[in-house]
């Protein structure tokens, strides 16, 4: 399996621009988690699928974001508008469990809002 | 709800010293404990986690971890580090009720002197 797909790897954009990160989880996992990484904050989970359905988005920082996994493959997290202070590492991870389990962790997408 | 610290930001070591990798945790009963390494521009990877039962556990890349219940500790042990293992260094903690979530600590960053 290629492991958890990530896209894109960096991305640049302007505050008040829309964006979004998708993430491809390893076939069979049936958890999917969005976190966001910052120097000053760390590691935060941001929101969990499971089968696809959001479980838990007490994490989700404000309405400005919002994420979706239309399928067992795929999922975005979306940032409309994005402004300087979302700039941040987010990872994608997924699991066979919820937390009890390895959760696989992609790449990572570097996004930077000017 | 858990919380975790991780007392060092960055740790400095010479190639070949043992390591240690402090972790404190707070929760009401015992945790699921986790040690995930960070190489530069990676995700996170799991090297070892603890449930229940032999409280020294063994991970992979020659690290181990032991819980301690009295100290609410899970440090990280390697005997001998190698340039390879300079990379951030993540403690977890995931509660054992189903809706609990994994909380990650801040990280230490592993400097290796030559």
């Known amino acids: 399996d290629a492991g958890v797909i990530q896209s894109p790897r960096h991305e640049v954009t302007e505050m008040g621009q829309e964006v979004t990160l998708r993430c491809k989880p390893i076939?069979?996992?049936?958890?999917l988690f969005w976190y966001r990484q910052t120097m000053m904050r760390g590691l935060e989970l941001l929101i969990y699928?499971?089968?696809?359905?959001?479980?838990?988005d007490s994490g989700m920082p404000e309405d400005r974001f919002s994420a979706k996994m239309p399928n067992a493959s795929f999922s975005t997290l979306k940032i409309q508008p994005s402004e300087p202070r979302d700039s941040a590492v987010y990872f994608c991870?997924?699991?066979?469990?919820?937390?009890?389990?390895?959760?696989?962790f992609g790449p990572g997408t570097r996004l930077t809002v000017t | 709800a858990q919380s975790v610290t991780q007392p060092d930001i960055h740790i400095t070591v010479s190639e070949g010293a043992s390591l240690e990798l402090r972790c404190n945790y707070s929760y009401g009963a015992t945790p699921y404990l986790f040690w995930y390494v960070q190489s530069p521009g990676q995700g996170l990877q799991l090297l070892l986690k603890?449930?229940?039962?032999?409280?020294l556990v063994q991970g992979i890349k020659g690290f181990e971890a032991e819980f301690k219940r009295s100290q609410s500790s899970f440090n990280l042990r390697k005997p001998s580090v190698h340039w390879s293992d300079a990379a951030e260094y993540f403690c977890a903690v995931g509660g054992r009720n189903r809706d609990d979530k994994i909380i990650f600590g801040k990280g230490t960053r592993l400097h290796i002197l030559p």
């Open positions: 699928f499971n089968n696809n359905v959001p479980i838990d």
């Open positions: 076939s069979g996992h049936d958890y």
């Open positions: 603890y449930f229940s039962g032999d409280t």
């Open positions: 991870a997924s699991s066979q469990d919820a937390f009890l389990l390895e959760q696989y």
